[in-house]
C-alpha cells in the first residue's frame, strides 16, 4: 500500500496549547477510552448519540464483507441500461456522494451520478433535463427516512418513472435506517434494492457507510483501496496522542478555537476542490452549539494576510505533485504574517478517504477540548419539524421583511448597516434559497471576497436548504457570532409535488422563512433581500453593493 497521508504544522504561539492538550490526553489514556466509546470524554453523565453514535469508528473494516456486494450492484444497474443515477438526499446523505462524484468521475461505462440537494424549482428542473426517467436510477438516500426534502423529490420522481414504466420500483433504490418509513416504502413499492445502513453511525459521520459506498460503487470507483485507506488511518489513529494524526488536528482545532483561532479556513489544491464542503458540515454540525463552536470556511479562495483579523487558522489539503503554485506562495505569505497553517499532503485522490476518518476522529476530540456534545444537532432537528409543521399548513408569524435587490440605495444602506454591526470575532453567513447554478456561485464569492477584503470579515456562502443541515446547527446553536445574510427569490415557473397539495416552490420559501424566523427567535443579527424576478440582475446588484 503506498504511504498515508503527512501533515505539517506552522503553528508559532499556539504550538505550546496543542503540545500540551497531546499530553493531557496522554495521561487521561483518551485514545483507549475513544475506540472504548467512553462517554466521560465529552459528558460526565451517559447521553443518547454517544454510546449509540461511534459506529463510524470501525467501519473501514465492517464494509469491507459489503464490497462484492455493492460491486454486484453496480453492475447489475449497468446491465439494465440506465446511464444516470440521481442521488435525493440532504446533509450526511449527499456530500459524501457529491465529493466522489467530483473527484473521480464515473469510469467508463458506469453511469453519470448527479446529487439533488435542492428543492429549489429551478434545480429540479436542472435534474430533469439531464436525464431520461426510463433510464435512470433514483436513490432515495435518508437515514430517518422522514427528512421532507427527498421524500418531496422522491414523489416527483415516482410520478416521471411511472408515466414511462411498467414497473417504476426498478428504477429506485433505497438508502436508510433500519426499520425506517423509507424502507417500509421501499418493500411497498418494490424498489430494485434497499440498503440498510448501520444505525449506530451518524448522519455526517457516514461517508464510509453505505450513504457514501453505494453511490461510490455506481461510478465505479474502488472500494477497496478507499476502504484500505481509510483503514490505515484508523490503525494510525490508535497511536499515543503525539503521533496520532486525528488526536494531533482535534487538539489544534480546539486549542485554538479557545485560544480565538475559531475560524478554520480550508485550502484545498484543484483536485480536492468538493472536499471542504463535506468536512464544512462535519465541524459546524459538530461544534457549533451550547454557544460556542468552530466556524468552517470553506470554498474561499487565498487572500493577502492583511485580508485576516488574528481569528483564524488555516488547513491546506493536497495531492502530493499537483501544481498549485498561487496557493502555496499565500500560505507562505500568511505565515510569515505569524497565521497559524496546518499542511495535510495525500499521496493521491484516493486517499481522501484516509482525511476523511481523520477529520471525523478530529471533530470527535475538538468537541472534547470545548466541551460540547459532538453528536448531536438539535438546532438542525428543530427546523426540519418547522418546516413540516410549515408544510402542513401550521405556519404563522407576520410578513418577513425584505430589501428589494431592485431598490440600489436601500440595497446598499442596509447591507452596510448590518455589516457595520460586526464586532471582532464575528462573521458573514450569505445563505442563498436559490438554484445553486454556476452563474449564482460566482456572484456569491464575489460578494464574500468584497466583504472580507473591504471588512477583513470572514464570510461563509450556503445554498438552502441544503446548508440547514450543516452550517444551519452553528448559525443557531453556536456564539452569537454571525451576522445572516438571507437571500430569496420568486419561484416562478414553480413545480407542484405530486401528491401532497404543495409545490417546491413553497417548501423552499417555508424553510427560508422558518430559518428567519428561528434566527430571529434567536436574537441573531439578520437582513433579508429579495431577488425579485430578476434573480440574475438581483445578484449583480448584490454584488456591487458589497463591494461600496
Known sequence: MTHQPSA??????????????LQQWHAQDAVTRLWAKDHTLW???????????????????AMRPEIPALEAFAAEVITAGLTHVVLLGMGGSSLA?????RTFGSRPGYPTLLVLDSTHPDAVRAVDEQIDPARALFLVSSKSGTTIEPNAMLAHYWAQVSAVATEPGQHFAAITDPGSALGSLA????????FEAPSDVGGRFSALSHFGLVPAALIGADLSALLDHAAAMAQDCRRPPEDNPGF??????????LAGRAK??????PSLTALPGRIEQLVAESTGKDDRGILPVAGESAGRPQAYRDDRLFVYLSVAGEPDGLQAAALRALEAAGHPVIRLVLPGAHHLTAEMFCFEVAVAMAGSVLGIHPFDQPDVQMAKTLATRAMAGEAGGSPIPAIPATEPRSLVGALGEILSQARPGDYLAVQAFLAPTRQAQAALDGIRTAVRDGRRLATTVGFGPRFLHSTGQLHKGGPDTGLFLQI???TQPDLPVPGTGYTFGRLIAAQADCDYRVLTAKRRRLLRVHLDGDPVGGLAALEEAAQG
Open 43 to 61: 459528558t460526565a453523565q451517559p447521553a443518547p448519540e454517544i454510546e449509540d453514535r461511534l459506529g463510524w469508528l470501525t467501519l473501514p473494516e
Open 187 to 194: 418493500h411497498e413499492r418494490r424498489f430494485r434494492r434497499l
Open 248 to 257: 494531533v488536528l482535534g487538539a489544534a482545532l480546539g486549542a485554538l478555537a
Open 8 to 21: 505539517a504544522s506552522s503553528l508559532g504561539r499556539y504550538a505550546p496549547i496543542v503540545t500540551a492538550r
Open 97 to 101: 456522494p457529491e465529493v466522489f462524484a
Open 264 to 269: 478554520a479556513t480550508f485550502l484545498v489544491s
Open 488 to 490: 430569496v427569490d420568486d
